[in-house]
Nanobody, 126 residues
Framework: QVDLVESGGGLVQAGDSLRLSCTTPGDMFSVLDMAWFRQAPGKEREPVGAIFWQGTSVRQPDAMRGRFIISRDNDKNMLYLQMNNLRSEDTAVYYC???????????????????WGQGTQVTVSA
């Protein structure tokens, strides 16, 4: 079992930046493909982006490119989501997800991932 913990969410104003983090205390972090998803009230969970286990490649839906930057530091067991120029429509619970061999087999499908964090709330006010 891999326990993922997100942090960094909060209340910000439109145009602000925020960096989310995700970590696990286990030894599996450096071999896990990982991803960020978000779920707004009344909407389905949607992918923000995914990152290869080595951190050498990123996949994102076109709508998520530009303002959302995914990175990881395997030496620190940390996954990051840098969020820039936030808008009110970015308000959602942001989730960290992980699994082995997911990046090339369905990185944008929530059901493809084995491990999930509890989420961190991001609220963007006008």
């Amino acid at each position: 079992q891999v326990d993922l913990v997100e942090s960094g969410g909060g209340l910000v104003q439109a145009g602000d930046s925020l960096r989310l983090s995700c970590t696990t205390p286990g030894d599996m972090f450096s071999v896990l493909d990982m991803a960020w998803f978000r779920q707004a009230p009344g909407k389905e969970r949607e992918p923000v982006g995914a990152i290869f286990w080595q951190g050498t490649s990123v996949r994102q839906p076109d709508a998520m490119r530009g303002r959302f930057i995914i990175s990881r530091d395997n030496d620190k067991n940390m996954l990051y989501l840098q969020m820039n120029n936030l808008r009110s429509e970015d308000t959602a619970v942001y989730y960290c997800a992980a699994g082995i061999d997911k990046y090339m087999t369905g990185p944008f499908s929530p059901g493809n991932y084995d491990y999930w964090g509890q989420g961190t709330q991001v609220t963007v006010s006008a």
